[in-house]
C-alpha cells in the first residue's frame, strides 16, 4: 500500500542564507550561526519562484524529481543528499542493532513499505536504485496508522515511477584517499526495474573501509607526575562485499515482498606500539606490535505480505531469518633486538541467530481514529568463545593458543537463547487539522536461557507505554514530544567472558549471566520550523532520560591479585541536554546549489560510580559536541564537493575530526 500522499505542498527548493559554520569557532560560535539562519532567511533575496499556498492539514513535504535533476544525480542517496535538513529525518539510524524488528527505527520506506530486513533494509536501497526511477520524495512529519513505522520524528518515503516496464543499470566507482598515502577503491553495481507488477532490484558493491590512526596517549599520577607514554599506529585495511535482492509483487489488493543478502569482509589489522616508562630509576622504552585478522560471514533473508481489505483495513505479516558468523584472532609480540618474540594470544568465536515474525491487524475504529493490534516473536541465539594463550602461564604449549600455554578461564564457552514476544497495540488519533497523537502499548515477555560453562535461566516482564503528540504550530513550525518507557536489550557478550578492546593491560573482561536490562523514562519535545521557500530546517531538540539500573562496569574480580571487571548494574542515572541543528542553502552568499550542516549538542549525566561510591558522570553522552557539513554542486563543470567537521569532549583532548567527501566529476 502506498502511502497516503493526500494534498502535500511540492516545494521548488530555492537558496536562502545561513550563516557559514567555521571550523576553528567555540560552541558559542556556532549556536550563533545557527539561530542567525532564522534572521537570514528573512532577509535574503528569493531566487526561485514561491511554492504557493500551504495547507494546515498537511505536514508532509514532497520533493518532485524534476527539482534534482539539475543535480545530475546517479542514485536515490545522491538525490537525498541535496535536501536540507535530511539529518532530521533519517537521526535516529537504523534498526540493525536490535534483536526482533518492532515498529520503529527505519525512516525509510520506498512505495510506502518498509523492507523486512537488517543488514538489508530500506536505508541500504538508496544506494542501489538509479535516481531516474524516482518520482517523487516526500518528507512525512505526521502520524499514520497507513505507516508502519513508529517511533521516528519523520519518515522518507520514496515513490518510484509507474510504468508497465522499466528497468536501470547503475555502475558506480569510488576511492577512498588515507593519509598514509593508501588508496581504496571500491564499487558497486545495481539492476534495478519493472516488469508488470513485479519490482526487482539486484546489486552487489565492495565498500573500502581502510583505516590508519596514530594515537598518543599520556598517564600520570594523582600528583601529576608522568608515569607513562604510549604511541600507537593502527592499520586496518577493510574491504565489506555484499551481494543481495530485493523482489515485490503487487496484486489488486495486496502486495508480497520478498529480499536477501550476503556478506562477507576478513580485513587484518596490524598494530605497532611504543610504551615509554617513566617509573623506574631509568626510562625505558618497549616497543610491542600485534597482527590480528577478523573474519566474518553473513547472510539474512526476509519478507513481507499485507493485504488491504474493501472495508480499509489492513492486515501485516513479515519474517525475518538471519545468521552472522565471526573469528577474531590476535597475536601480540614484543620486538627485540634478536627478533620478534611473541606474548599473548587470543581467539574470539562468535555467532548470532534471529528467527523473527510480526503480524497485525490495523482498522478505524471512529471518525479520524484507528487501531492497531498485533504480536511479534523471536528467537536469537548467540554462541561465545573465547582461547588465551600467554608466555607466562605454566603447562604445556598448545597448537589452539598459537603455541603459548593455555590460560584456564571460567565461562569462557556458552550459548544464551532469548525467546521474546511484544504484544503490541497502537491508537493513532487526528485530534483536528492541526494536531495528532498516537498512543502505544507494549507489553514484552521474555525468558533467556544460557548454557555452557555457567547454566542459568531468567524471564522478563515490561510494560512499555508511549505517547507521541505533533501539533503543527503554522504551515512551517511544529511541536512534538513524546514520552516513552524504554527497556534496553541485552548484549548476549556480556554473559560469558570476552576480549578487553579498550584496555591494553587487561585482556579479558568477565562475565556477567546476572546482569539485567536497563529501564528509563524517555522524554523528548522538539520546535521544527521550516524555512521560507522550502530553503531549509532549524530544530530545537530538549530531552530528559531518568535510568533504571544503569549497565557499567563492576568489579568481579576473585582476589587481588586477579583484577578483573565485567559489564553489570550499577544503579540509576539521568541524561539531559539540548540538541540544535540548522540546515540551509546558501544562495544569497554567491554559492547557488550549496548546502550548509550544522549540529550542536550540550549535555550531562549523572550515576554513582560502584568504585569510588560517588556521583559521576556516565560514559555516554558527552557535555558537548559540534558537527558541520558542506555540499556544493558546481553546476557549470558538473562537479561537486564538499567536507564533515566534528568536535567533541568524547574525542581525548578535543581531538577535531575533518574529511573531504564526495568530490566527483560527471562526464559525457
Known amino acids: 500500500m502506498e502511502a497516503n500522499r493526500g494534498s502535500p505542498t511540492e516545494l521548488s527548493l530555492s537558496s536562502q542564507p545561513q550563516q557559514r559554520p567555521s571550523p576553528q569557532s567555540l560552541l558559542r560560535s556556532s549556536l550563533a550561526a545557527i539561530f542567525a539562519l532564522l534572521g537570514a532567511a528573512h532577509g535574503g533575496t528569493v531566487i526561485a519562484q514561491s511554492a504557493g499556498d500551504e495547507s494546515l492539514e498537511d505536514s508532509t513535504v514532497v520533493f518532485e524529481a524534476d527539482f534534482f535533476d539539475q543535480f545530475q544525480p546517479v542514485s536515490v542517496n545522491d538525490m537525498i543528499d541535496r ?37 538489508n533494509d530500506s536505508r541500504d536501497q538508496l544506494r542501489r536504485i538509479a535516481a531516474d526511477q524516482v518520482q517523487y520524495i516526500e518528507i512525512i512529519r505526521g502520524t499514520s496508522e497507513e505507516i508502519d513505522v513508529r517511533g521516528g520524528s519523520q519518515v522518507v518515503n520514496i515513490v518510484l515511477v509507474e510504468a508497465s516496464s522499466r528497468s536501470s543499470v547503475n555502475a558506480e566507482v569510488n576511492a577512498d584517499l588515507i593519509q598514509d598515502g593508501t588508496i581504496a577503491p571500491g564499487g558497486r553495481f545495481s539492476y534495478t526495474g519493472q516488469t508488470g507488477n513485479l519490482n526487482y532490484v539486484f546489486a552487489m558493491e565492495s565498500e573500502p573501509r581502510y583505516r590508519k590512526n596514530d594515537t598518543f596517549e599520556v598517564s600520570r599520577d594523582a600528583a601529576g607526575n608522568l608515569l607513562e607514554v604510549r604511541e600507537e599506529n593502527i592499520i586496518r585495511d577493510q574491504d565489506d562485499l555484499q551481494a543481495s535482492m530485493n523482489l515485490g509483487y503487487q496484486f489488486e489488493n495486496s502486495i508480497v515482498q520478498f529480499n536477501a543478502l550476503f556478506g562477507q569482509t576478513s580485513p587484518p589489522t596490524s598494530v605497532r606500539r611504543t610504551i615509554t616508562d617513566f617509573r623506574g630509576s631509568e626510562v625505558s622504552v618497549n616497543n610491542v606490535r600485534e597482527g590480528n585478522q577478523f573474519d566474518r560471514d553473513n547472510w539474512e533473508v526476509g519478507g513481507d505480505f499485507e493485504y488491504d481489505f474493501s472495508a480499509g483495513s489492513t492486515y501485516r505479516v513479515l519474517f525475518l531469518v538471519n545468521d552472522a558468523e565471526s573469528d577474531f584472532t590476535r597475536e601480540r609480540f614484543d620486538v627485540l633486538d634478536t627478533g620478534d618474540d611473541k606474548n599473548l594470544f587470543l581467539r574470539s568465536l562468535g555467532r548470532n541467530r534471529e528467527r523473527i515474525m510480526r503480524t497485525s491487524y490495523t482498522w478505524n475504529v471512529a471518525a479520524e481514529q484507528a487501531l492497531e493490534l498485533g504480536v511479534e516473536g523471536a528467537q536469537t541465539i548467540r554462541n561465545n568463545g573465547l582461547l588465551v594463550g600467554s608466555r607466562f602461564n605454566q603447562g604445556p604449549a598448545s597448537d589452539q593458543t598459537g603455541g603459548l600455554p593455555s590460560s584456564e578461564i571460567d565461562n569462557a564457552f556458552s550459548e544464551i537463547e532469548e525467546m521474546r514476544f511484544e504484544y503490541f497495540g497502537i491508537h493513532n488519533w487526528q485530534l483536528n487539522d492541526r494536531m495528532a497523537l498516537e498512543s502505544q502499548l507494549i507489553y514484552e515477555d521474555s525468558t533467556i536461557e544460557q548454557s555452557g560453562d555457567v547454566n542459568n535461566a531468567r524471564s522478563f516482564g515490561f510494560l512499555r507505554p508511549r505517547v507521541d503528540y505533533r501539533f503543527d504550530i503554522t504551515p512551517t513550525m511544529q511541536f512534538r514530544a513524546t514520552v516513552e518507557k524504554e527497556i534496553s536489550q541485552l548484549s548476549f557478550s556480556d554473559f560469558s567472558v570476552s576480549q578487553d578492546n579498550s584496555d591494553d593491560d587487561q585482556n579479558i573482561q568477565g562475565g556477567n549471566p546476572d546482569v539485567v536490562q536497563e529501564q528509563s523514562w524517555r522524554y523528548d519535545f522538539n520546535l521544527e520550523y521550516r524555512l521560507p521557500e522550502g530553503l531549509g530546517v532549524v530544530n530545537t531538540q530538549l530531552y530528559y532520560r531518568d535510568i533504571e539500573d544503569v549497565i557499567g562496569r563492576i568489579d568481579v574480580s576473585t582476589s587481588e591479585d586477579n583484577l578483573l571487571s565485567a559489564r553489570g548494574n550499577i544503579g540509576d542515572g539521568q541524561r539531559y541536554g539540548i540538541n540544535v541543528e540548522a540546515s540551509s542553502k546558501l544562495s544569497y552568499l554567491g554559492l547557488p546549489n550549496a548546502l550548509a550542516t550544522m549540529r550542536v549538542g550540550f549535555g550531562d549525566s549523572k550515576v554513582i560510580d560502584p568504585f569510588l561510591n560517588r556521583e559521576r558522570r556516565m560514559r555516554y553522552p558527552g557535555r558537548w559536541s559540534t558537527r558541520a557539513s558542506f555540499r556544493h554542486d558546481y553546476q557549470p563543470w558538473n562537479f561537486s564537493y564538499g567536507f564533515n567537521y566534528s568536535w567533541s569532549d568524547q574525542q581525548g583532548l578535543q581531538r577535531v575530526n575533518f574529511d573531504l567527501f564526495d568530490t566527483e566529476r560527471d562526464f559525457e
Open 83 to 119: 535536501i536540507p535538513g535530511i539529518g532530521l529525518a533519517l537521526g535516529r539510524g537504523g534498526g540493525g542493532g536490535r534483536r526482533g524488528i518492532g515498529g520503529g527505527g527505519n525512516e525509510i520506506l520506498i512505495n510506502g513499505q518498509r523492507i523486512t530486513g537488517k543488514s
